[in-house]
């Protein structure tokens, strides 16, 4: 079977483009309206203040345009996903994003109504003052409803900025300064929401509601006041009325699209013996997750990985060609011509697939599961340490006595690595293998992985003088440093999880180490790590050598443990 390529879908990755960006737009609007309700822990002076400075930027034309374009455009392309999803079948954590999407127009209707439009429609400057008495006292009803939809709308927002921003290299570093900012505004908000609230409680009641708001347009009559108010509540019915008929009318048309396709189905065969029958047009993904057939997606469907993939066996002649996205993916990763990614792949007729990632492996990694980071190709430095001679140096000693000394070893090892910017990866034994440039460059993680096998030299020799009376022999080490793509992910099981890094370069840098203590050497170090960290080899000695799975043979420097220091 062959596969023809299509032209790139450019209008499906502007819409996502304009879908996240809208969705940018309108967080910056809730993150500068919190902030703002954040400085009445100041003073309501303070909040009042800083609320000039708000509308100045969202009440002028370009501001009101940006908004509501941007809020228009985000309702649109949520109604148009919601009405493409061909199965309500979704991970937890999608659902949750819709659901929360969809109750914010009904808890904040209200409040823009009484803000926004009745300053358009009656000239009327609302203050915080006002806002907040009729919030706090005269309708506190109305003012629990507004909190509930200010955590809401700040949870919402937080998920889509953690979808988009999940999978970047900088992200595990960045997470926890995120997630404190994410916790303290929306707290600070409500905090001083609730700190001038009590303030206005103790003060005298002057007016309900709406009649704390300053007018600038006195000679209107009471009657066309009366006019304005009645076309308010004109506009706050025709809002939750175009609201609830555009959701009605996506389940509709949904609803008779489902009906329609009850006659046009076709079917999807596993290699389990499973057949999930589905309309025409689904995708192979949503028909697994209909069909309750685990397959793993790390990405939740979208395209940007490729632990979907599936093997077409049967039906492959008739299948519609990929994507952009989809062919970028499988070049990427040299799919052979029968392999599709399950979320991109919408038959249109019967198929028979093979999940490429084993039911075995599906049965212990759940459905849709995401992890923060499920998987990267990356250059990054590896350094690997072993002591040598280690069984000779613990004969005849108590197991206590071994466990002391592993300790001691492995502690001088961890803080090596963490004070180098490296990341310890794992123990194995009495070695230790450790990562570096993963947050930063190349070259910076080849100069720390350098200045950590030093670090480790030196604290290894006095850990030898402190316990010189109780060896036999001096401590030594050997470690290997080699330079080159991985991939980092997180690997394990259950508790047993962690970021780690497999692949060719992982391997090297273990036979570099077992090669250092075949030469007697502390060090062995690879010609791309020494290069990328500048630093001076005249004084080095260097050899070719072969390495098991490799056509070429590597150059190595090999580095004695009296020049180690010279890279702390």
Same mark, same amino acid.
């Given at each position: 079977m062959t596969i023809a390529v299509t032209g790139p879908s450019i209008s499906e990755k502007s819409l996502r483009r304009a879908r996240l960006i809208s969705g940018l737009i309108m967080l910056v609007f809730v993150t500068l309206h919190l902030a703002n309700h954040a400085l009445n822990l100041i003073s309501l002076t303070a909040a009042e203040e800083g609320r000039l400075w708000f509308i100045a930027i969202w009440r002028n034309p370009i501001g009101t345009l940006l908004l509501y374009g941007a809020l228009a455009v985000h309702v649109t392309l949520v109604m148009r996903a919601l009405y493409q999803r061909r199965t309500l079948v979704m991970p937890v954590r999608e659902a949750l994003q819709i659901v929360l999407g969809l109750l914010i127009p009904l808890l904040i209707i209200d409040h823009v109504v009484a803000t926004r439009i009745r300053f358009e429609l009656l000239g009327m400057q609302d203050t915080y003052g006002s806002v907040i008495r009729g919030l706090w006292i005269d309708s506190p009803t109305n003012g629990l409803r507004q909190s509930l939809a200010l955590i809401i709308v700040w949870m919402h927002g937080c998920i889509g900025v953690h979808f988009w921003l999940r999978f970047r290299s900088w992200?595990?570093?960045?997470?926890?300064?995120?997630?404190?900012?994410?916790?303290?505004?929306?707290?600070?908000?409500?905090?001083?929401?609730?700190?001038?609230?009590?303030?206005?409680?103790?003060?005298?009641?002057?007016?309900?509601?709406?009649?704390?708001?300053?007018?600038?347009?006195?000679?209107?009559?009471?009657?066309?006041?009366?006019?304005?108010?009645?076309?308010?509540?004109?506009?706050?019915?025709?809002?939750?009325?175009?609201?609830?008929?555009?959701?009605?009318?996506?389940?509709?048309?949904?609803?008779?699209?489902?009906?329609?396709?009850?006659?046009?189905?076709?079917?999807?065969?596993?290699?389990?013996?499973?057949?999930?029958?589905?309309?025409?047009?689904?995708?192979? &993904?949503?028909? +697994?997750?209909? %069909?309750? #057939? =685990?397959?793993?997606?790390?990405?939740?469907?979208? !395209? $940007?990985?490729?632990?979907?993939?599936?093997?077409?066996?049967?039906?492959?002649?008739?299948?519609?060609?990929?994507?952009?996205?989809?062919?970028?993916?499988?070049?990427?990763?040299?799919?052979?011509?029968?392999?599709?990614?399950?979320?991109?792949?919408?038959?249109?007729?019967?198929?028979?697939?093979?999940?490429? &990632?084993?039911? +075995?492996?599906? %049965?212990? #990694? =759940?459905?849709?599961?995401?992890?923060?980071?499920? !998987? $990267?190709?990356?250059?990054?430095?590896i350094l690997f340490c072993d002591i040598r001679s280690f069984t000779m140096l613990t004969e005849a000693r108590l197991p206590y006595d071994i466990v002391f000394l592993l300790n001691r070893y492995f502690a001088i090892v961890g803080r090596a690595v963490e004070h180098s910017g490296g990341r310890l990866d794992k123990f194995i034994g009495d070695g230790a293998m450790a990562l570096f440039g993963l947050n930063g460059s190349l070259e910076d993680g080849c100069r720390n992985a350098l200045k950590a096998a030093a670090i480790i030299t030196g604290e290894m020799e006095r850990l030898s003088e402190e316990l010189a009376g109780e060896l036999s022999a001096p401590i030594r080490v050997a470690m290997g440093i080699h330079t080159g793509p991985a991939i980092v992910g997180a690997m394990g099981y259950g508790t047993v999880k962690n970021l780690t890094a497999i692949g060719d370069t992982v391997n090297v840098a273990s036979r570099l180490e077992t090669i250092a203590k075949e030469l007697d050497a502390t060090l062995v170090v690879s010609e791309p790590t020494i290069f990328l960290a500048g630093s001076d080899t005249d004084a080095l000695e260097s050899r070719e050598i072969t390495i098991r799975g490799r056509a070429e043979p590597l150059r190595v420097y090999i580095i004695p443990q009296a020049m180690s220091a010279r890279f702390a």
């Open positions: 992200y595990g570093t960045a997470s926890p300064f995120l997630l404190t900012f994410a916790i303290l505004v929306p707290v600070l908000a409500l905090l001083g929401f609730a700190d001038t609230g009590r303030i206005l409680e103790s003060e005298p009641v002057q007016s309900s509601y709406g009649s704390g708001y300053t007018s600038d347009s006195s000679s209107k009559t009471s009657y066309v006041r009366e006019a304005r108010l009645q076309d308010m509540q004109t506009v706050k019915l025709s809002l939750y009325g175009a609201f609830g008929a555009t959701l009605l009318t996506v389940f509709a048309l949904r609803t008779r699209r489902s009906w329609r396709e009850r006659s046009d189905q076709i079917e999807i065969r596993y290699p389990g013996g499973e057949t999930v029958r589905v309309p025409r047009g689904f995708s192979v &993904l949503e028909a +697994s997750r209909l %069909g309750g #057939v =685990p397959h793993y997606a790390v990405c939740g469907g979208k !395209g $940007r990985c490729s632990t979907c993939r599936v093997q077409v066996v049967q039906g492959g002649a008739t299948l519609p060609p990929p994507q952009s996205a989809e062919q970028a993916t499988l070049r990427r990763i040299g799919a052979e011509p029968d392999v599709r990614l399950a979320c991109q792949l919408h038959p249109t007729n019967d198929i028979s697939v093979v999940p490429l &990632l084993q039911p +075995s492996i599906e %049965g212990i #990694v =759940p459905t849709g599961s995401q992890q923060t980071n499920p !998987g $990267r190709e990356q250059e990054i430095a």
